[in-house]
């Protein structure tokens, strides 16, 4: 009888104290990490090259004569100036297909685009739309490995103070994370100068650097919100993304006139 009692105020204590502290999942393990965790591989390095004559520069009208001195001297009279220019951003997997979105302005004008995988592998990318107005481009890949659909938010579900997790490359560091909220819907983005330049943007206080151009954001959910974009000049935690609406529209306005065989519409160009 001792015995049966013994047995049953162990359990009791059992249960009143729960599992051992090794057995309870870490506070760490959070729902942030549990994104970049799942998520984080669908983000890849955008490196992109292009050949620029220097002769096309506007600095080369008021000193192109004393760089042809320079070239001729070193180079010979038949050096034209070519020059390969190398650039790097981010992007998003998109499908199992190794479609993958970024901005345009990430791969304007390359001649060359290369796509470095979370794992380090690299491929040759092609450029297969270009949305100059919405900042928008379509790159795709063969895998090398199995890819996973990355899931996209309608934009109108979005929740302004939401957590949201940027991932992408600035600085050429490749799979940064950065977390904030969603600081404001439809905010538009241009400057005195030259007017609205994009609107319908979401405005994020999560950190976004050069070379972050591209790079995922990405709800608890896992979620794709938006490609981010760009940070405000002059300020501190205002930048901006491109909503998933935006992408959603892009990739199936692509399928269908891929299907029918139709020409490109105006400021969108499908290769």
């Not at 990490?33 to 090259?49: A, K, Q, S």
């Amino acid at each position: 009888m001792k015995n049966a009692y013994l047995c049953f105020l162990s359990l009791c204590v059992a249960l009143s104290f729960g599992a051992p502290a090794s057995e309870a999942s870490s506070k760490r393990d959070s729902a942030v990490v549990d994104v970049v965790r799942d998520w984080g591989p669908n983000v890849v390095n955008i490196g992109t090259e292009k050949v620029v004559l220097l002769r096309q520069q506007p600095s080369w009208r008021g000193y192109g004569h004393e760089y042809d001195a320079v070239f001729q001297n070193f180079f010979g009279p038949q050096m034209v100036s070519p020059v390969k220019v190398k650039s790097i951003g981010s992007g998003v997997i998109l499908d199992s297909t190794g479609l993958i979105v970024t901005n345009a302005h990430v791969v304007n004008m390359a001649n060359k685009v290369y796509v470095t995988l979370s794992d380090g592998v690299s491929v040759e990318g092609t450029i297969i739309v270009v949305d100059q107005p919405d900042d928008l481009a379509l790159v795709k890949i063969n895998p090398p490995h199995p890819m996973k659909d990355m899931k996209m938010i309608d934009a109108k579900d979005v929740l302004v103070g939401e957590t949201v997790i940027a991932i992408g490359n600035p600085l050429g560091l490749e799979n940064s994370v950065s977390a904030g909220v969603v600081s404001g819907k439809k905010r538009i983005f241009g400057n005195p100068q030259q007017g609205v330049i994009m609107n319908d943007l979401l405005q994020t206080d999560a950190a976004i650097n050069a070379g972050n151009s591209g790079g995922a954001l990405l709800n608890l959910d896992g979620e794709l919100v938006g490609v981010n974009l760009a940070v405000a000049q002059n300020a501190v935690n205002i930048g901006f993304a491109v909503p998933s609406d935006k992408i959603k529209a892009l990739v199936e306005q692509y399928h269908v006139r891929q299907q029918e065989k139709q020409p490109p519409v105006v400021g969108i160009s499908i290769r």
